[in-house]
């Protein structure tokens, strides 16, 4: 079973600022990595997606992956209220359609 | 259109009671998932099922006893339920099309609220 590791947080920052997210993972073969956002409450909502090496876009949302480090980060620009959420690190296994997660990491954005 | 639902949205039972958890979606999708979510912890996976057919059970006690009458539901019974089974159960839907496609994603539903008295 491959592991993925997040910092639990809180992670906290104010508005408008740069919220950086990390994950690292055991299993060198991972060739996919996706980011679910939750709410307190709530299920976990699909923010991202990244296969390739390097940056991927989308509105405040990048995801950046690094293979040979093995780590994937989220980074959020101009972090709002509303993003205050746990965001969770996940990685397929496998052979399978399973998913392992991380323990997700809290975010805590201020007014 | 990546909507997957789920009923009832809270369920609030005895250890003796009979109840049952729905899940459906029309994306679609072959495979479905059930999981089941503590306070403060990642989803936990119960079951898989792929083309209707059981294909994961992660060792979930027999009280929980999953269904799937076809492609697009799912169902989760549950029967003498314990107080710790208190929890978000969570359904999920991919394409499914087996871990040789690794963009192969996982959409939720909203989840079902169980508290067992």
């Known amino acids: 079973q491959k592991e993925v590791e997040q910092n639990s947080g809180p992670l906290s920052v104010p508005e408008g600022a740069i919220a950086s997210l990390n994950c690292t993972y055991s299993?060198?073969?991972?060739?996919?990595f996706f980011w679910y956002r939750q709410y307190s409450g709530k299920s976990p909502e699909l923010i991202m997606s990244?296969?390739?090496?390097g940056d991927k876009e989308d509105g405040r949302f990048t995801a950046q992956l690094n293979k040979a480090s093995q780590y994937v980060s989220l980074l959020i620009r101009d972090s709002q209220p509303s993003d205050s959420a746990t965001y969770l690190c996940?990685?397929?296994?496998?052979?399978?359609?399973?998913?392992?997660f991380g323990k997700g990491t809290m975010l805590l954005v201020s007014p | 259109d990546t909507e997957v639902t789920q009923t009832p949205k809270h369920l609030v039972m005895g250890m003796t009671n009979k109840k049952s958890l729905k899940c459906e979606q029309h994306?679609?999708?072959?495979?479905m998932y059930w999981y089941k979510q503590k306070a403060k912890k990642p989803p936990e996976l119960m079951f898989v099922?792929?083309?209707?057919?059981?294909?994961i059970n992660e060792s979930v006690p027999s009280r929980f006893s999953p269904e799937c009458p076809n492609s697009s539901l799912l169902n989760l019974h549950l029967h003498a339920l314990q107080p710790e089974d208190s929890a978000l159960y969570l359904c999920?839907?991919?394409?499914?099309?087996?871990?040789?496609?690794?963009?192969?994603?996982?959409?939720f539903g909203p989840g079902t609220r169980l508290t067992v008295l």
């Open positions: 999920a839907s991919s394409q499914g099309t087996s871990g040789a496609d690794y963009t192969d994603t996982q959409y």
């Open positions: 299993d060198r073969g991972s060739q996919s």
């Open positions: 990244i296969y390739s090496n």
């Open positions: 996940a990685v397929p296994n496998s052979g399978y359609s399973t998913l392992t």
């Open positions: 994306m679609g999708h072959r495979a």
């Open positions: 099922y792929s083309y209707e057919k059981l294909s």
